[in-house]
């Protein structure tokens, strides 16, 4: 072999062995990174509906991606309890954060778990996607026999097709821990009012654990069914046993549905307390204190999850226009002081403030600014942990015009 081809052959060789390691090295380089950044599993859902999304998406027709995350954590009651629960919560602006594999992670990724999670708006005739992410459980023991479960988005009242109505099964999978489940929404353009959104795995145990929020479709800013208000409020009637959620975490028995007693009732997550500056009770929630100014109209979306208790909402001092049901406009609206509202049901009411700014006479008679109070008519419903009245208590906060901020910066979106 003369010295030319010998060198061709070492220096061919050399670039063989040298593209081998760095291929090597590539491969190494690259599973690191994927295990740095490694990324939820998504569950695939249907195809059609996906690639009719992915279309509309080209031609800029998705008005909002929404990110939501479950997990677990404890919610703290007006009376100083702490109570274990599951919920639905969210980055800032629904953001996607990717996978959640700490509780440090969470803390700093997600906004506080509360139940009912956060209020989700759409816009009549609009699409949108919304992200389930499971990020997992935290608090639980080891041995827990929930440690290892899925949950779904159920769009209550929404009247979907299977492939994102959130049934387990039917006929795409639950998601478990570190996976993802894409729901696509199309929102017609006649629909409008309120709705909710709660998981459907195991539905007894994991809607009662806290897995529920409002949705409320809006097709005009301050309208409803053609009905004109000045503000509105969502007030979400619940209840929860604290300790068959106590023996979820501990011991995870989910065969003990039977087993629910309810303990605390509550307004948006809160009960009423007789301490009335307890920052965590119902009437210092700004979402749950209903203020209004004379003359004005306040819009109440009533919402309930509940186990079997029925609540029977009862302000004093105003009847109410009850103007829609389960996301649909009354052809015949009618006015009552005392409204039933049983697990699932959505009422939209309309209360008019009546205009007596200038006389002040007296609280609680209709006739001039002041507090009323507004309750769970069903007394079982105004009890928590057997004590009155710690419970679905809050109050109508009327004051006078004068003190109208000129720009509604607290009016809840
Ligand atoms: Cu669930």
Redesign the pocket.
Known sequence: MVFSEKYTKYVSTFFKRQTITLCYLFAVILSLSVMAHATEKEIIGGQEIKESFEALSEKGEIEREFHIYITDGYQEMADGEFIYFWGYTHAKDWADVGKIDTIEERDEKLLPVRFPGDEMRFKSGKNYIVVLHNAGWYETEEHSGINH?A??IHWHGFDLIPAVDGIPNIPYPAVFPHETFRYYLSIPEHIEGSYMGH?H?DSTN?IMAG?YFPVVIQKEEKEIYGYKYDREYTLFFSEIDSEYMEMLRDKGDIKRGLDWKSNYFMLNGRIFMDKLDNPLSTINDPKTRLVAYDGETVLVRLMAITYDHTFMWHPHGYHGLIVGMDGRKLPAPYEKDSIRIGSGERIDILYNIPDFSSQQLCLSCNRGAGITIAHDHNLMGMVSNGIYPHGGLTIFDVRPKSEKPKEDEWYIK
């Open positions: 479960v949950h779904t998981c795995v994991h897995l």
